[in-house]
């Protein structure tokens, strides 16, 4: 129980300096953008702008996988397996684009 306590502990802290550097970036991205709008075209902003959205690009990414992770992870405890829905969602957008193709070519056909 000493190591889950430890580790618990460790990822809360983790997790809370992520989101804080998350808040504090994208609250940077809005100052720079403002300061961007207001006239000074000034290349060392615009720099500093695309720097920081590549650093919270980055945090971003890193939260993505850890969902994906942990849906595979529910998928797999649970038995479920998502191959039906997402070939029911195939057939859905099949049906959809061959309509919409009929349909188009009814409206425009030099008939």
Wanted: glycine share 4%; net charge positive; aromatic share 10%.
């Amino acid at each position: 129980m000493e190591i889950r306590g430890f580790t618990v502990k460790f990822s809360k802290i983790k997790a809370r300096k992520r989101r804080d550097k998350e808040t504090f970036l994208q609250k940077r991205i809005n100052k720079l953008f403002l300061k961007d709008e207001k006239g000074k075209n000034n290349r060392h902003i615009i720099c500093e702008l695309n720097s920081t959205r590549a650093r919270l690009k980055k945090i971003t990414a890193l939260k993505t996988r850890g969902t994906i992770l942990r849906s595979r992870t529910r998928w797999h405890e649970q038995g479920e397996r998502n191959n039906k829905y997402f070939l029911n969602l195939e057939k859905r957008n099949y049906s959809k684009k061959t309509s919409l193709q009929t349909e188009t070519s009814k409206w425009f056909s030099p008939n």
